[in-house]
């Protein structure tokens, strides 16, 4: 309860929020709150009053690990008023906002509905005015609904959004929750976690500066993977500075490393791991330097000193000592510096630490490596001096590097339409390297908002900033989920990716939530839509393209049955109107819908993606799913079937000895032949159906060439002939119908043209 003292070790969970009395060397890891990679160092000191969470450093907050070090606390939050609870109340009370493709096929669902219900009401009364018995003329008016709803749709919806599911889990996006599937492909604006989502989570040596001459490991030959490195004996005192700086960083080291065939297994602080990785990079066995350089008294690493030292003896006797830090604090111990060529020179300060800043305004972690010969043993290794008289070795820049594949997956997002921005919990000027490094901003001074300036802004100055800025650190779970909220406010589709509990208030009110499947928390999976199985923001690409690909086909097949179902609809009131027989009755209108739309439209879900998925810009939140322009075809397509079925079933009539069984019979199969070659036009909404290849999706042959079949035999088995009413048709009319039922595909593919011509010109 609050006002109770709390002792914190290395290893413990701090069990509520705690101020703290006293600390020794404590390091607390507060990534669940804040999502940065290195364990914070904290003092019993006072700080501002506005500082942002990840600079209280006098607070330990419940539910975060103490890395190192030890303090005692006084209790001054428990449960709902902790920080952690404050995030548990923002995810309970934040809103569930409703999926793009949910709104869409909304909308479209009132439009389909009202149009039927007007256009049936008013055929049943044409059919009275012009003499039809009300009950024929409510069985035509069910039937032309039914064959004019597309009731398939739902089926095929789900259906595709299941196929999408299945596609992005074979990319390491597990899907949750099934609209997410389309709305990734809808998404404007990516909010992505640094941390663990564009880079690795791990720190990671990367440059070193040796003697004025500054040297990238990357570019410099040395291979990423520790596995691949040729193994080679631990360097003596008379090695080169990199080696001796690699040294350094070994000895003065308390963390472990194990070498598998799996990979590297490292334990300790991420800082010194990384060093002991470097070395692996570079050949050398951190154990086994070690072993050959034997210790004879170390100076552990204290807050307060800001420096580890190791003393030790080689093998012919000689004593050494090695030194890790800070480095101005390693430079008060220096008396020169290691030349990039051979031996040393005087030491430049001044310009170690002008290289020093250099390398921390690129977001790097900085410390520097020294080594010294001693004259002797220690007098008491129980009490090591103070190291002095060290030739500094190198400075190391230190970071958590980006994920192999990261820039390229940005860039085509951007390729997309889709802008990424970074929110963290991190330094502004580790954000913005990484963000220059990943390419999410252009320029090295790049305007990047803290979590202070958030505080001093309203909500309409922040839905300004989110336009302009896409860089935000050092922000809080508030602060996150208000950048959400801004953005949205500005029509942005937004995606949010996250791996801590400071993150679940913002991937639950975000349009989707996409969390680390690995390295998250459970809280954050429960908020999110999409897991990553991976933790890598390649995958979040892959999967933008799959709900592309969802949505063009969700949009495929509600064209398709809107366009024919108009096609089936409209002849009834025109066939009365020129006062005709009835062209169709009840049961062939039904059986027209059956076999037409019966496993047809469920085959155009599996409609593989088309080339430029990804090059076409995000779909608007108000974008309908049919748009004016595939409404335009629909009409066109209605028309052109509509026009050939009246003109094949006026012919037939007309024909000697024809009746009228066999009249209807023809434009029924009219029309089951028009709508099977428009299923072919459907696949694309640009490219046309002769440069599709037919084998792509072989789903789809076999339900078109089934419901054929099906439809031939009605006509000439004696059960459905019966049930029908049709008889069975000549060869003749087979071929003047097959003839026209071929316009649907001509007036299709000259709308696509003048459209691709269009698309071209703008």
């Known amino acids: 309860v609050p006002g109770d003292v709390v002792l914190l070790e290395s290893g413990v969970r701090v069990p509520a929020d705690v101020r703290l009395v006293s ?4 390091e607390v890891d507060e990534s669940l709150l804040t999502g940065e990679s290195v364990p914070v160092a904290k003092t019993a000191s006072a700080v501002e009053p506005e500082a942002g969470l990840g600079d209280r450093t006098g607070m330990a907050y419940s539910g975060t690990v103490v890395a190192r070090g030890r303090a005692v606390g006084v209790v001054v939050a428990t449960g709902d008023h902790t920080e952690l609870g404050r995030i548990a109340e923002q995810i309970r009370t934040a809103e569930t906002v409703e999926s ?13 509905g009202a149009v039927i219900v007007v256009s049936a009401g008013l055929t049943f009364a044409l059919g009275l005015a012009l003499g039809e018995s009300v009950a024929d003329m409510l069985l035509v008016a069910a039937a032309l609904a039914v064959a004019a709803i597309p009731e398939g749709l739902p089926v095929v919806l789900t259906v595709a959004l299941a ?9 390491n996006a597990i899907v949750r929750r099934l609209p997410a599937v389309e709305t990734l492909g809808s998404t ?6 640094k941390t663990g989502t564009l880079t690795e989570n791990r720190m990671s040596v990367v440059q070193l500066w040796i003697g004025g001459a500054p040297i990238d490991l990357d570019s410099d030959g040395v291979p990423r993977d520790p596995l691949g490195a040729a193994r080679r004996d631990p360097p003596g005192p008379e090695a080169g500075p990199r080696e001796l700086a690699l040294l350094a960083g070994v000895l003065a080291n308390e963390a472990a490393v194990r070498v598998t065939e799996e990979g590297v297994d490292a334990t300790g602080d991420p800082t010194e791991t990384a060093f002991l990785v470097a070395a692996l990079r570079h050949g050398l066995d951190p154990e086994a330097c070690r072993s050959t350089w034997a210790e004879v008294a170390s100076i552990p690493f204290e807050s307060e000193h800001r420096y580890a030292a190791s003393y030790r003896a080689w093998r012919d006797g000689s004593h050494h000592v090695f030194v890790k830090g800070a480095p101005e604090q390693v430079l008060d111990m220096c008396a020169a510096m290691a030349s990039d060529a051979a031996g ?6 001044q310009a170690v630490l002008d290289a020093a800043h250099e390398l921390a305004q690129q977001g790097l972690r900085v410390l520097a490596t020294a080594h010294g010969a001693l004259d002797g043993p220690l007098e008491d290794p129980q009490r090591p001096p103070e190291p002095e008289g060290l030739v500094l070795t190198a400075l190391v820049g230190l970071l958590d590097p980006p994920r192999p594949g990261v820039r390229e997956a940005i860039a085509g997002c951007r390729r997309a339409g889709q802008r990424v921005i970074m ?7 580790t954000a913005r390297a990484i963000a220059r490094d990943l390419g999410i901003v252009e320029d090295d001074d790049a305007p990047v908002l803290t979590g202070a300036d958030l505080e001093a802004m309203d909500d309409r100055a922040l839905r300004e900033q989110v336009e302009a800025v896409s860089v935000f650190a050092r922000v809080s779970p508030e602060h996150k989920l208000r950048i959400v909220q801004a953005a949205q406010d500005r029509g942005h589709v937004v995606a949010v990716t996250g791996d801590g509990v400071n993150d679940a208030p913002a991937l639950k009110r975000a349009d989707i939530g996409v969390a680390m499947g690995r390295a998250g928390t459970d809280v954050a999976r429960e908020a999110a839509e999409i897991v990553l199985a991976d933790d890598n923001f390649v995958s979040i690409h892959a999967a933008v393209e799959e709900g592309r690909i969802t949505f063009d086909n969700v949009r495929k097949v509600t064209f398709f049955l809107v366009s024919t179902g108009f096609g089936t609809f409209v002849i009834i009131p025109i066939a009365m109107a020129l006062g005709w027989p009835l062209i169709l009755i009840p049961a062939q209108l039904l059986w027209a819908n059956l076999v037409t739309k019966g496993l047809q439209d469920l085959a155009l879900a599996f409609e593989p993606g088309e080339p430029d998925v990804l090059d076409r810009p995000p779909r608007g939140r108000r974008e309908p799913v049919i748009t004016p322009a595939l409404w335009w075809r629909t009409l066109l397509t209605g028309a052109v079937m509509a026009a050939g079925t009246l003109y094949m079933f006026d012919w037939a009539r007309t024909q000697p000895a024809t009746s009228i069984e066999e009249a209807r019979a023809v434009a029924l199969t009219t029309l089951v032949v028009f709508q099977a070659l428009h299923l072919g036009s459907s696949r694309s909404e640009l490219r046309s159906v002769f440069r599709l290849s037919p084998f792509s999706n072989r789903f789809l042959i076999g339900a078109q060439l089934g419901a054929l079949g099906v439809h031939v035999a009605a006509l000439y088995l004696a059960p459905t002939q019966f049930v029908l009413r049709v008889e069975p048709i000549s060869l003749e009319a087979w071929v003047r119908l097959t003839l026209v039922s071929l316009t649907v595909l001509v007036a299709v593919e000259l709308d696509k043209a003048v459209r691709r011509r269009l698309a071209r010109r703008r």
């Open 23 to 26: 600390a020794t060397s404590l």
């Open 100 to 112: 793009p493709l949910q709104e869409r096929m909304r909308r479209f669902a009132h439009i389909i």
């Open 163 to 171: 196929l999408g599911v299945r596609r992005m889990a074979r990319r």
């Open 188 to 193: 404007t604006l990516i909010g992505s976690d």
């Open 344 to 349: 040393t020179a005087p030491l430049d300060r």
């Open 423 to 429: 929110i963290t919990g991190d330094h502004a000027a």
